[in-house]
């Protein structure tokens, strides 16, 4: 996919696709990648799924980027599959094709979740289907207070993707993510919080500037720690006790040692605000 960067007055980086359905903005460490497709509620189609793979790759490898704020357009930030479009058809392609391209486009919650980099993500309008599941992928979600939350899979007559599954299941044990998934209720941004799966509710006009805010204060943050931090929790999905002191040891160490623990203890003792750089 072809992509085309300038820089602004403010010398913040914008790339985008070509065609302009996934919006990349650089600014102060912050990467907002932006869903573009209002027309259609950002519903992912193979161009969407493409550009969000190839944004989250940029987010994981740029050593600009220290945190990601994902969003949608248009007040919506994603409704899962373009169930429209599926309903007109294409083209058959054979089984393990369609798999193939499938687990292509996962990636990106995938990277999201594993990269030593935080992520929130603004939920406006609705969240739904691989929408949600790409949300839950984030490390924070900060929803506006109309914002509504469904898993939606069943409904249509899918088992879900985009490691909705997965992460639910580890977010709010298994029995709240069989009777999600299963039943398919549509959930308030309240009574998704409630349930742990929203980190904050903010009013409808509010809700861009606390998810920028949310996102910019971690891309001001001691970067190498918040990394390690992210890494600790993902090993204690998976990994014994054992090898999780292992983890938290080698990391806390090497945390000790940088250039942002050691401005933190000078402006601890000196009794102001520290200043990070993310080394």
Do not use: W
């Amino acid at each position: 996919m072809t992509v085309q960067t300038s820089i602004d007055d403010n010398e913040s980086e914008n790339r985008m696709s070509a065609n302009e359905i996934v919006l990349q903005k650089l600014d102060q460490g912050l990467l907002t990648i932006t869903m573009n497709r209002p027309e259609r509620r950002n519903a992912l189609n193979p161009d969407m799924t493409r550009g969000l793979v190839e944004a989250a790759h940029r987010a994981a490898e740029d050593h600009e980027v220290r945190a990601v704020l994902l969003k949608g357009a248009g007040g919506t930030f994603c409704v899962g599959g373009d169930v429209k479009s599926m309903a007109e058809g294409r083209a058959p392609l054979p089984f393990e094709a369609k798999m193939a391209n499938l687990r292509k486009g996962m990636e990106v919650s995938r990277i999201l979740h594993q990269m030593p980099k935080p992520v929130v993500a603004q939920l406006d309008g609705a969240a739904a289907g691989a929408g949600l599941s790409i949300a839950l992928a984030c490390d924070l979600r900060v929803a506006s207070a109309s914002c509504k939350i469904t898993t939606a899979f069943a409904k249509v007559g899918f088992s879900g993707d985009y490691g909705g599954t997965y992460f639910l299941t580890h977010l709010l044990g298994s029995a709240k993510a069989r009777e999600l998934y299963l039943l398919s209720p549509v959930l308030s941004a309240q009574e998704a919080f409630a349930l742990g799966m929203v980190t904050r509710v903010v009013g409808d006009a509010e809700v861009e500037a606390a998810a920028h805010e949310l996102a910019m204060s971690l891309a001001q943050g001691p970067s190498i720690a918040l990394g390690y931090i992210k890494r600790n929790i993902n090993n204690a999905e998976h990994l014994s006790l054992e090898a999780c002191f292992d983890g938290e040891a080698i990391h806390h160490t090497r945390a000790g040692e940088t250039a942002d623990h050691k401005e933190a203890a000078k402006a601890f003792v000196e009794k102001r605000k520290a200043s990070f750089q993310g080394q």
